[in-house]
């Protein structure tokens, strides 16, 4: 069984009930996620031996976000105990022409706060075959940036694949910061993720005759933007997402992943969408298990892009489907009748 590492912060999603707007009702609910953390849990619950790594407080909301991994078979075991706080984002899901509003407040948070020494990636890497990022990560801080500079060094000496998903976050960092972090962080990786807005973001690389607001996307300019990153960063392979958005229930989803010769395009779905929180990371989750599965390239993004399109009607942050519900929409059985 091919284990897997993922390095990132775990937080306290509070969202309203439904789709109500912030504090229409005097209710929210309570769950957890994050990037890396919705990878892992994926990947367990495929099977594959899924390793989380952060830093969480002692007290009972930090434990409670540990458990909330264990329940589904993540390994938790090298998430580092301390600090005061757990970081919190606030989410307002969208609706029609309303999109959704997501609200952070993850200052001085646990990991945030964290030295890159806490962290011991000999151990932490023993029997590891994949260690998995996001831009997410060095975005919470300088500190972070070490830390992932370090954890890829350590699984660079390792022989271990690593992969990255740029994730972009406007309200974290600049885009000056973010290029000059991921450009020293990128020179590592194997596997990038992007989509049709963080490879122009944080590179200044995009496709030409595309407009994500109007629902124009030219998917031919994105074997040029994915040529353009793994000639820049030496990448084995590169994912792209194609997100085609009528309205905030309603998108059109699809992905392309170059492997250095070809270029494959998945099917795409019409989603109407649940909640869209973490589509892009059970894509990623999707696409490492593929990988590691030996799966080719096109049947590798056509697992990722179902697992993915599942995910989009799942409430809460993690994607609780199996290998055999992807593989058999991955092999056309998207009529979603009711299963006796």
Not at 60 to 89: E, F, P
Not at 279 to 286: E, L, N
Request: aromatic share 10%.
């Amino acid at each position: 069984m091919a284990k897997i590492v993922t390095f990132g912060e775990l937080m306290l999603r509070l969202a309203p009930n439904g789709y109500y707007r912030f504090f229409q009702q005097d209710q929210m609910q309570a769950t957890f996620g994050g990037g890396e953390a919705n990878v892992a849990v994926s990947l367990a619950n495929y099977g594959m031996d899924a390793c989380f790594v952060s830093k969480l407080p002692t007290h009972a909301i930090g434990q409670a976000a540990v458990n909330s991994l264990r329940k589904y078979g993540v390994d938790t075991t090298k998430i580092v105990r301390g600090g005061d706080r757990i970081g919190i984002y606030f989410l307002e899901k969208g609706a029609s022409q309303r999109g959704s509003v997501c609200i952070y407040d993850r200052a001085h948070s646990a990991l945030q706060q964290a030295e890159p020494t806490e962290f011991d990636w000999d151990s932490i890497f023993a029997d590891a075959d994949w260690f998995h990022f996001t831009g997410i990560t060095p975005a919470l801080g300088e500190t972070m940036v070490q830390a992932c500079l370090d954890a890829c060094q350590a699984a660079k000496k390792r022989g271990i694949k690593i992969s990255c998903d740029l994730n972009y976050r406007s309200k974290l960092w600049t885009r000056a910061q973010a290029r000059d972090a991921m450009t020293r962080l990128c020179h590592y990786v194997d596997v990038c993720i992007s989509n049709e807005e963080d490879a122009k973001d944080v590179f200044g690389i995009e496709a030409e005759n595309t407009d994500i607001y109007s629902g124009k996307l030219n998917k031919e300019g994105y074997q040029s933007v994915a040529k353009q990153l793994a000639q820049q960063f030496g990448f084995e392979k590169v994912a792209i997402t194609l997100r085609t958005s009528i309205s905030a229930s309603d998108n059109n989803w699809a992905a392309m992943l170059y492997d250095g010769e070809r270029f494959c395009f998945s099917k795409e779905y019409a989603l109407h969408i649940t909640d869209r929180v973490g589509g892009g990371d059970s894509f990623g989750g999707g696409l490492i298990y593929a990988l590691l599965s030996g799966k080719d390239t096109q049947d590798a993004v056509e697992f990722a892009v179902a697992a993915s399109a599942l995910k989009h009607s799942i409430e809460g942050d993690y994607n609780l489907v199996t290998v055999d519900e992807v593989e058999k929409l991955a092999a056309g059985d998207a009529s979603g009748r009711v299963q006796r």
